[in-house]
């Protein structure tokens, strides 16, 4: 079992700066015993996305609306996964959640809010 906490959200103005975390905690030995790490978002009305994900190998990967100013990164010291958000535009308001993928089963946490203003 996996266990995500998500943290980190809030208000923010257009142009500024958040960093997410997700800490992970359960029976694993380390966060790169996951085959995939990442950040998905979902914002009122509209279906959940991908956001950025980082798999056990530390290749990365990015959606074409947050390239360039969002970074994905893992800490296995801490067992947390970061979202560094730069750059905020109104449109990256949305609740953030982390997921996992261990052993083909996924894990989700309760998720964090976001939300920009111009």
């Known amino acids: 079992q996996v266990q995500l906490v998500e943290s980190g959200g809030g208000l923010v103005q257009a142009g500024g700066s958040l960093r997410l975390s997700c800490a992970a905690s359960?029976?694993?030995?380390?966060?790169?015993?996951?085959?995939?790490m990442g950040w998905y978002r979902q914002a009122p009305g509209k279906q959940r996305e991908l956001v950025a994900t980082?798999?056990?190998?530390?290749?990365?990967n990015y959606a074409d609306s947050v390239k360039g100013r969002f970074t994905i990164s893992g800490d296995n010291a801490k067992k947390t996964v970061y979202l560094q958000m730069n750059s905020l535009k109104p449109d990256d308001t949305a609740v953030y959640y982390c997921?996992?993928?261990?052993?083909?089963?996924?894990?989700w946490g309760q998720g964090t809010q976001v939300t920009v203003s111009s």
């Open positions: 997921k996992v993928v261990r052993q083909g089963q996924n894990y």
């Open positions: 359960g029976s694993f030995f380390s966060i790169f015993s996951f085959s995939v």
């Open positions: 980082i798999t056990s190998g530390s290749t990365t």
